[in-house]
């Protein structure tokens, strides 16, 4: 089994996937292009195509920040916030609840239900301190983002971050 690189190239992949129906087509003269793309995601250990293309778009993702309503840049704004008075390093899930909460879209109640419990306080970062998003939170954005919407909404936030 082959490993992805750290950056994989859709692209790439198509074309080892044309590459691969070539070699078929000798042994395999009824092999087609949704064979060897198969095959090819068998090699990187994905179950099908769209598994693996599912996983390369998560991968490289961009936010598209531009498309977020002014309310939706809002919530992730009190999320940060909310990260620094808690002393976190990272803008976690649990922030972005916060910050919904803040705006108004989310009740006490609900968000109470969401965060852990018995989480210990940290000392307040400054203002000014960069707070990157934690790996969890950057995977839900970059959901977001694959999710082809024209413009993401508070309640698009809401949905990926608030577990029934």
Known sequence: MSELPPH??????????????????????????ADAQHAIAAEYGFASWAALKAHVALATANFHFERYTIDAKRVL?????????????????????????????????????QIPLGAKPRPLLPQNTKIPFSDETLRLLKRLAAAGTREITVAHLASITMRA
């Open 77 to 113: 704004y009190f999320a940060r916030d909310e990260a620094c008075k808690g002393g976190s390093r990272t803008i976690e899930p649990e922030h972005v609840v916060l910050g919904l909460v803040r705006e108004g879209r989310v009740t006490l109640e609900q968000a109470r239900a």
């Open 8 to 33: 994989p190239n859709l692209e790439y992949l198509k074309k080892q996937a044309k590459d691969k129906l070539a070699t078929l087509r000798p042994t395999s003269p009824s092999a087609r292009l």
